[in-house]
């Protein structure tokens, strides 16, 4: 299995506060990507990472922020969370050198905003 | 825009019968394609993918997916369900050019009946 942690795995919050989730890998991968899952919806990709520092959004980054200092962690902040985050949030990581353009994914973190 | 359809969000078959779940792409080039499962609870687990080459893939658990480029499809095949295999079945999409994205559809959830 990759080498793919996501912390916390579960967190309860309430409306408004910030919440940061992170994802550390051991695989020195290149590309870094934070999605949702919600019944219905399948997987949404909020933003990714093409290396450290380089950023951009996917299709649902409202409310999101992302930083990446250094090549292993890639973390996802909600600013002020609300109800409408509440979702399940998975890491993944790809090398895509072009031999290998798999997508690894994390665990998952459980995030309930009440 | 870059998308996947998975046309049924529900499907039940009985055990031991064939199953396909469908798997419709939108994509100016040959795409990478995968196949995860998802079992209630779970992380998901990769179940074949496509890079290039022959087009009908082998994957785990005895399932199979065939690549058409004329239809732009990518259909998951198993000829023999188990109870086991009722899941969630997402079909995604990797671009292969410019920054490296992946794309879900919405999802397929199977049921077994005994």
């Known amino acids: 299995d990759a080498g793919i942690t996501q912390s916390p795995r579960h967190k309860v919050t309430e409306t408004g506060t910030p919440v940061t989730l992170r994802c550390h890998q051991t695989?020195?991968?290149?590309?870094m990507y934070w999605y949702r899952q919600d019944p219905g919806h399948g997987l949404r990709l909020i933003h990714y990472?093409?290396?450290?520092?380089?950023?951009d959004k996917g299709e649902v980054s409202d409310g999101y922020s992302v930083s990446r200092s250094k090549t292993e962690d890639f973390l996802l902040t909600l600013e002020s969370a609300t109800s409408s985050q509440t979702s399940v949030y998975f890491c993944a990581i790809s090398d895509r050198t072009g031999r290998d353009p798999e997508q690894y994914f994390g665990p998952g973190t459980r995030l309930t905003v009440t | 825009a870059q998308s996947v359809t998975q046309p049924d969000i529900h499907i039940t078959v009985s055990e031991g019968a064939s199953l396909e779940l469908r798997c419709n792409y939108s994509y100016g080039a040959t795409p990478y394609l995968f196949w995860y499962v998802q079992s209630p609870g779970q992380g998901l687990q990769l179940l074949l993918k496509?890079?290039?080459?022959?087009?009908l893939v082998q994957g785990i658990k005895g399932f199979e997916a065939e690549f058409k480029r004329s239809q732009s499809s990518f259909n998951l095949r198993k000829p023999s369900v188990h109870w086991s295999d009722a899941a969630e079945y997402f079909c995604?999409?990797?671009?292969?050019?410019?920054?490296?994205?992946?794309?879900f559809g919405t999802g397929t959830r199977l049921k077994v009946l005994a």
């Open positions: 496509y890079f290039s080459g022959d087009t």
């Open positions: 995604a999409v990797g671009t292969t050019s410019g920054t490296y994205k992946y794309i």
């Open positions: 990472s093409y290396g450290v520092k380089d950023t």
């Open positions: 695989e020195n991968h290149r590309y």
